[in-house]
């Protein structure tokens, strides 16, 4: 029996019931998760209130190997992803978290979630941060980001090139 | 070591693309033209405080002097890396692995930059690339200074 099975209970029958809990304050809604389980669902979906990632998880883990629930609880950046014992079986219920989504400034693409843009606004020095000051890098997409980057290396490139030949 | 880029040689031919996605599956540098006038390759810069390896929760991303080490096994694809990476050189598919200049460790000098045709990649590490592309513009310099010469001569 593992630490997990003792602190979850074990007896798929009869309750009490070993359920997923996601805290959501802690959830940034990256794609750790469900990237590692793709019964956990994520979908960018764009609404009228505009960008969303809405992430979906089932709530019945019972079938659950105890590796793949302690690997699903490791692979979660923030530790936002715990376990559980209702003494209601869940059945098939499940939950779903929302995420507003940024945009990129140029293309206007949801790139990322805010809750992730602050998770490494968070951990990223600022003199980085701030790396092409006015046109900062944070609020761009990586196409975008890329393209910026090509047009500033190529800027005195093309300038020569676009001199009249004798 | 990390691979530096010569613009002036760049001619948009893609065969590093082609040289990477041939090792890798997929392609982890990426050329295209600007204005019509020039093009740039771009691929990780290998940063100093790599944002990627600081953000990255799992370890998997791994700041090693002037390195940015990847470890496929350690990765579990939550995709912030991408977010974070300034020159958009760090790639997530949904179905596949982080994709990401590793300098091919296993190689004694990485694909692209032996495919090169014009050797507008250079691999090395700051200084011997500061140096090679110093020594290139000087020559390019005489070069068009001597041109002029001959001009003015006939």
Redesign the interface.
């Given at each position: 029996m593992t630490d997990l099975d003792a602190k979850t209970g074990v007896g798929p029958i009869h309750g009490p019931w070993r359920v997923l809990l996601v805290d959501e304050d802690e959830c940034i809604g990256?794609?750790?998760c469900s990237?590692?389980w793709p019964e956990i669902s994520a979908a960018v979906g764009l609404s009228d209130r505009g960008a969303k990632r809405t992430i979906r998880f089932p709530r019945f883990i019972e079938e659950f190997e105890a590796r793949i629930a302690e690997a699903l609880a490791e692979?979660c950046?923030?530790g936002a992803i715990s376990f559980g014992l209702a003494d209601e079986s869940p059945g098939e219920e499940s939950f779903a978290l929302t995420f507003e989504m940024a945009r990129c400034r140029i293309c206007g693409r949801p790139?990322?979630t805010k809750k992730?843009?602050e998770?490494?606004q968070d951990?990223?020095?600022a003199p980085?941060q701030a790396?092409?000051s006015a046109a900062s890098?944070m609020n761009?997409?990586?196409?975008?980001?890329?393209?910026v980057?090509?047009?500033a290396?190529?800027r005195g490139?093309?300038v020569a090139?676009?001199w009249p030949r004798? | 070591m990390e691979i530096y880029v010569d613009?002036?040689r760049c001619i948009f031919c893609r065969a590093c693309e082609v040289a990477c996605e041939r090792v890798h599956g997929t392609s982890r540098i990426?050329v295209?033209a600007?204005?019509d006038?020039?093009?740039?390759p771009?691929a990780c810069h290998h940063c100093e405080?790599a944002?990627c390896a600081?953000?990255c929760?799992?370890g998997a991303l791994t700041q090693e002097e002037a390195e940015v080490g990847f470890e496929a096994g350690k990765c579990?694809?939550?995709?912030?890396c991408?977010?974070?990476?300034?020159?958009?050189?760090?790639?997530l598919d949904?179905a596949s692995m982080v994709q990401k200049c590793d300098l091919c460790p296993e190689r004694e000098v990485p694909p692209c930059v032996l495919t090169c045709p014009t050797e507008a990649l250079i691999f090395g590490d700051r200084f011997e690339a500061t140096e090679e592309l110093r020594r290139r513009a000087a020559s390019r310099i005489a070069q068009s200074y001597a041109a002029s010469v001959g001009?003015d001569r006939a």
């Open positions: 990256c794609r750790a990237n590692l692979a950046p923030t790139f990322a992730e843009m998770y490494i951990r990223i020095p980085v790396r092409g890098w761009l997409c990586t196409g975008c980001r890329q393209d980057g090509r047009k290396a190529a490139l093309i090139r676009s004798r | 613009l002036e990426s295209e600007v204005k006038r020039a093009s740039v771009v405080a944002p600081l953000v929760p799992s579990t694809r939550c995709g912030l991408v977010v974070a990476c300034p020159f958009g050189a760090v790639d949904p001009r």
